[in-house]
């Protein structure tokens, strides 16, 4: 699990996150969600050591990554597969070379146990037989795919994934959140997803943080999300005429 | 001047990050060669094309100056051969080569940084900076003297080719070219290339890991690789020179 305790961040004059508390429980999809620009992506970064906090604590199974030396974060930071919202493949490497990758830098697998994994890790994401495809040559919903690959190849305590929706269709964006959700349970690992898509909330949200101007708004889950009487949650989940249908 | 010392700061940092034992080596031999690939070979055929011609303009030029029927023909060779050795391929192959290697470099780390490319090592674990930037810098340093050598050597078979057609004949020419020559000189212009293939490859590489935005961020910082590092070369010729030479 990774808690967060009472999280400040500013950038210069602006108070971009505000006493930001909150449990991301292990074996669970936790969803932080909110508008564009509430701080939803500041507070991924800062998860993953990419922002320096101002104050306040974030443990990794009681490990305060903030404390620990540069040489143990970094080790930590081992532990943390991430799935970035554009895929974040290395466009000079194939498919096969961007999964292996993390085995090449920290593992001393030969090439065969390597080729294992990161076959294991293709047909775990259905995505068998693309190995030496370039990232240019594959769609975007595959990217996302063999993006979660490369971050469970080594088989990760945790899971971070910014936006894992954008940009794909429907279908594709379901098939994207079943399967972080099934990773998720399979390996019995804390997993947060930030993200603004409603389907995905629906579809997966089993612990949800609702960030609104940089505050936590609200906490719970999905269905206790469809019955809150939170006026600024009201406005952001039913925004669309679908939902507010739903609702009523 | 507060903005210079914010970039000299940056830059320091980053370069203290840079000099570091790299995380792996057989995956940092890899890195290297690909590097080198990219920074030296794919410049070989800029390199002999803009050396044979300036090499010919130089002898050309050199010959026309000389209408005194006192000035021996060998001194075409010998004009030729200086300024090949001493300023041409050291500094302006180095000059040409900030464009196309630097902007390439920093292109590159800036389009890896908007596209989180950067931001997906760090979160692995591995130090980018000295990841993505210490085999630039050791490709360059190290294949940058055999693209200035090459050039000297191309120069001056295109000064032959330019002396023939102003009518110096080869003996003349090839006399000019061993003529007194200091074997110092290409000492010279290999500290001078070593300085440059560094300033290179940092600085494009400072602009381009330290970008912000998007697309039109990366060609900023193109750009800015391109017109520092041009500048520094200039800066760092006229001090070199003065230190060695003078």
């Known amino acids: 699990m990774i808690e967060m305790q009472n999280i400040e961040k500013h950038f210069e004059d602006n108070h971009v996150l505000k006493n ?11 969803l932080i969600i909110g508008e564009s620009g509430s701080g939803k992506t500041t507070l991924i970064k ?3 050591g990419l922002h320096k906090i101002d104050s306040g604590t974030v443990l990794f199974d009681g490990i305060d990554f903030n404390t620990i030396k540069t040489k143990q974060q970094r080790i930590l930071r081992q532990e943390i597969g991430m799935l970035f919202q554009g895929g974040a493949l290395y466009d000079y490497m194939s498919v096969e070379e961007n999964i292996m990758f993390p085995l ?5 697998k030969t090439e065969a146990e390597k080729l294992e994994r990161v076959n294991f890790c293709l047909k775990r994401v259905n995505l068998e037989g693309i190995n030496n495809l370039m990232p240019s040559e594959i769609s975007g919903g595959m990217t996302k795919r063999v993006a979660i690959a490369r971050a469970i190849v080594m088989q990760p305590k945790y899971l971070l994934c910014d936006e894992p929706n954008s940009g794909l269709d429907p279908k594709t964006a379901i098939i994207i959140d079943n399967l972080i959700q099934e990773i998720t349970k399979e390996y019995n690992i804390t997993t947060i997803v930030n993200t603004h898509d409603m389907n995905s909330v629906m579809e997966i949200g089993e612990n949800i943080a609702f960030i609104n101007k940089g505050e936590i708004w609200w906490k719970g889950n999905k269905d ?5 009487d939170n006026k600024e949650l009201n406005n952001f989940v039913f925004a ?9 | 001047m507060i903005k210079l010392l914010h970039h000299l700061g940056l830059y320091f940092s980053m370069m203290k990050k840079v000099i570091s034992k790299p995380e792996k080596w057989s995956v940092f031999r890899k890195q290297l060669v690909l590097e080198m690939e990219k920074v030296g070979i794919n410049s070989v ?24 029927p006192l000035l021996p023909s060998y001194l075409v060779g010998l004009a030729s051969r200086d300024s090949l050795i001493l300023e041409f391929s050291p500094t ?13 470099i920093a292109s590159e780390i800036g389009s890896m940084r908007v596209s989180e490319q950067i931001d997906a090592l760090e979160i692995m674990g591995i130090n980018s900076a000295s990841f993505l930037i210490l085999p630039k810098i050791i490709a360059t340093i190290f294949f940058f003297p055999f693209l200035i050598i090459m050039s000297m050597g191309i120069g001056m078979i295109g000064a032959w080719a330019g002396g023939l057609s102003a009518d110096v004949t080869t003996a003349d020419f090839m006399y000019g070219l061993k003529y007194e020559f200091n074997s110092f000189y290409i000492t010279y212009a290999m500290i ?6 560094f300033i290179i490859s940092s600085v494009s590489a400072y602009f381009g890991y330290h970008t912000k935005g998007g697309a039109i961020a990366v060609g900023k910082a193109g750009t800015s690789a391109v017109v520092t590092s041009s500048i520094l070369i200039l800066l760092f010729n006229y001090i070199l020179t003065n230190l060695i030479l003078s």
């Open chain 2, 45 to 68: 055929s800029l390199v002999i094309i803009l050396s044979f011609f300036v090499g010919a303009v130089v002898s050309i030029q050199t010959a026309f100056n000389m209408d005194s």
């Open chain 1, 240 to 248: 669309s005429k679908l939902f507010k249908r739903l609702k009523n």
């Open chain 2, 92 to 104: 302006m192959i180095s000059l040409i080569l900030a464009g196309k290697v630097g902007s390439s």
């Open chain 2, 192 to 197: 001078k290339t070593i300085f440059f293939a």
């Open chain 1, 104 to 108: 090449n830098m920290f593992t001393e």
């Open chain 1, 46 to 48: 800062i998860l993953i």
């Open chain 1, 20 to 30: 930001i508390s909150f449990l991301f429980e292990k074996g669970k999809t936790n």
């Open chain 1, 224 to 228: 206790g999300l469809l019955n809150s």
